[in-house]
């Protein structure tokens, strides 16, 4: 009897011992997922379920011990079979030492694959039933898809990700700049039914207003100068999966209006054809603008808004969940201390509650800015001195702190340049204001 289809994460950088692999796995009804190199799999693994790694040992750059190791920090739960041409027995103890359930030596026979492979996620399967009966319901999520926090708006925020992802109803993501839009719907696509299927990002703000149909929705030859062919656009690309549209409210007029044909009639008609094509993917929308307030302006379509906002969902300011900063710090040191060659750095008590007093207008992004920051600043322990000056002052409206309303004004424009490295296109997001208001501020 074949088991239910199962995803396993393979990777090894020799192509023919993937395809090999593959081919198996796919015979015997499990769905898998190739990565060549350590950094490739890990990529997929923040993304996508896996319930079980087979990899190899031997690689250049990052071996295969170190890929079982992060696992096991990281996805503890994960079954882990390691294979290699280099049987020994120093590198089986090692293995194992690391948490790899099972080890197989090159070459190995179909039947030892299998059986192998069925062996671990009947193991998983048994594990899980018997922790399943003592889980409690205040058990806090740490981490899932890269979506990092133990809060309850986090855990809310999850459970609507989980509700949602498996359908492909329309979903508009509302929240600051810098609150995750983006990651929550990547762990929307990669954590649901249609995760093998592509996923594609336009930023609307950053296509020209000229070129925001014709890159959206294709052209044929000669629909315009220089369309010297067919082209398809992002939709053609996101068949059968998500085509994710940041940034939705700089979208113009007349791009909202073919949007609205897509959601009504799931059909797309490239510039210059007078044909139209059936089109199935799912639309998660994302913008840090109030669009019903846009609506009322005249601004943004007021049915494409109602269209958009089949499913809402609203990713929190960091201010609004500080019991989760501690455990971004964590991630972001755990992340960045490697590329930065410091994988021994640590940070002191003092510096984190520094960090947690902040409003962090930048929100995670802006944490995250500050972490990469200090670390390539500091020696092996992050200290107070190490913390950027502008997080250390005083938290706005104290007493001792009143200003009048243009000093205020100054001061939290200079403190959002601040906290985005002086991107003022995203210091404009932030303050909610166009780049050319911000530049006059700024020249005052």
């Known amino acids: 009897m074949k088991l239910k289809k199962e995803n ?11 395809e090999l692999l593959h081919r198996n796995l796919k015979a015997q009804n499990f769905h898998t997922y190739k990565a060549s190199s350590v950094k490739e799999a890990i990529e997929i693994l923040k993304f996508s379920t896996i319930d079980l790694l087979i990899t190899d ?25 390691v294979i290699t041409g280099f049987p020994s027995v120093d590198g089986a103890i090692e293995a194992v030492k690391s948490g790899a359930l099972d080890y197989l030596a090159k070459p190995f026979t ?39 926090g133990k809060s309850q708006q986090i855990v809310q925020l999850i459970d609507l990700i989980q509700r949602v992802k498996d359908n492909r109803a329309t979903i508009l993501i509302q929240g600051e700049s810098g609150t995750g839009k983006e990651l929550v719907a990547r762990a929307i696509h990669y954590q649901g039914a249609f995760s093998s299927k592509p996923f594609i990002t336009v930023n609307c703000g950053a296509i020209p207003e000229n070129l925001m149909e014709s ?17 398809d656009g992002f939709f053609q690309a996101a068949a059968g999966g998500t085509i994710f549209l940041d940034e939705i409210g700089t979208a113009p007029l007349a791009v909202q209006t073919r949007l609205l044909r897509v959601l009504q009639e799931k059909e797309i008609s490239m510039i210059g054809s007078q044909k139209s094509q059936k089109v199935e993917l799912r639309i998660i929308a994302a913008t840090n603008n109030d669009l019903y307030e846009m609506s009322n302006k005249g601004i943004f379509r007021e049915d494409l808004y109602y269209r958009l906002n089949v499913v809402n969902i609203e990713t929190p300011p960091l201010r609004h969940r500080r019991g989760d900063i501690r455990l971004l710090v964590a991630t972001f040191l755990d992340k960045y201390s490697v590329e930065y060659s410091k994988p021994q750095i640590t940070i002191s008590d003092n510096a984190v509650e520094i960090l947690m007093r902040h409003s962090w207008p930048g929100n995670v992004r802006e944490l995250e800015n500050v972490i990469q920051r200090m670390i390539i600043m500091s020696g092996d322990q992050i200290e107070v001195r190490d913390v950027p000056e502008y997080l250390k002052y005083p938290m706005p409206f104290e007493k001792e702190e009143l200003k009048s309303l243009k000093d205020m004004e100054k001061a939290h424009i200079l403190k959002v340049l601040a906290a985005v490295d002086n991107n003022k296109t995203r210091a404009a997001e932030i303050l909610q204001i166009d780049r050319k208001t911000l530049r006059q501020k700024l020249d005052k």
Not at 8 to 18: E, G, R, S
């Open 215 to 231: 890159e959206l929705f294709g052209y044929v030859k000669g629909a315009f100068t220089g369309a010297n062919e067919n082209r």
């Open 8 to 18: 396993i994460l393979i990777v090894d950088d020799n192509y023919d011992m993937l």
């Open 57 to 81: 040992l031997q690689m250049p750059g990052i071996n295969g011990i170190e890929l079982v190791k992060y696992v096991q920090e990281h996805f503890p739960v994960i079954p882990k079979l």
């Open 110 to 148: 179909n039947e030892e694959l299998n059986a192998a492979v069925q062996n671990l996620i009947v193991s998983k399967e048994r594990a899980k039933n018997s922790t399943e009966k003592v889980v409690s319901s205040d058990v806090k999520i740490k981490e899932y898809a890269g979506i990092v």
